[in-house]
């Protein structure tokens, strides 16, 4: 491998480990207020959904070939 794929593929993984921390982050924060609150677990899931579905398009928005 060349140094200038090495570094894109060390640049790819921390831009997925921030992203992944990002998103796991914000997840805390939401049910930590959820349960303050007595927010039902079947709203907690439905968010979840959702968290998961705005950072799965980012990752992929990210991440798609350029053609």
């Known amino acids: 491998m060349r140094l200038q794929e090495i570094m894109g593929h060390v640049i790819t ?3 997925i480990l921030g992203l992944f921390m990002v998103g796991i ?3 805390m924060w939401m049910f930590e207020k959820f349960q303050d609150y ?3 677990w079947q ?7 959702l968290i998961l579905l705005i950072f799965g398009g980012i990752a992929m928005k990210l991440f798609q070939e350029i053609r």
Not at 43 to 49: E, H, M, N
């Open 13 to 15: 993984m921390i831009l």
């Open 25 to 27: 982050g914000i997840t």
């Open 38 to 40: 007595y927010i039902s």
């Open 43 to 49: 709203i907690q899931l439905a968010v979840l959904g």
